[in-house]
C-alpha cells in the first residue's frame, strides 16, 4: 500500500511540475499578433497644399505597416500606392485616414500619390522604398 501511495504522490508531482512548465512557456494568441510600424504621412505642412511629407518612406521587405495620412491642408486629398493597390480614401482638411498592409516580399520602389484630378501634376508625388 505505502509502495502505491509512493508513487501516487511521485506521479503527482511530475504532473504539476509539467503543467507549470507548460503554463509558463505558452502565451496567449495576442501575443503572436504582429503589430504594424506606423508611418505618418502629412499634406499641408507649412502651406505646402501639394505636397507630402515626409515625400519619401522606407520600409523593410514583408513589414506589416500601418499608413496614417494627416490632412493638415485646405481641401480634399487622397493617399494611394497605386502598384500596391493600397488606398486611403478621399480625406477632407483637417481630417486622417489610415490603413494596414503588408510591403512586397522583395526590394523595390514604389510611387504613391494623390489621385484627385491635379493634384499629382501639382507635386502630391512620393516614394516608399522597400529594402
Known sequence: MQNINFKLVI???VLIVFIALVGACSSDSSSNVVQPNQLTITSGVDGAEFAFDPATIEVGVSETIKI???NKGTIAHDFEIPDLEVVIAT???GN???VTMVAP???GTYDFICSIPGHKEAGMVGK???Q
Open 91 to 93: 480625406t477632407n482638411a
Open 68 to 70: 496614417v495620412f494627416d
Open 105 to 107: 516580399s522583395v526590394p
Open 96 to 98: 486622417t485616414g489610415e
Open 11 to 13: 506521479f503527482s508531482s
Open 128 to 130: 516608399l522604398i522597400v
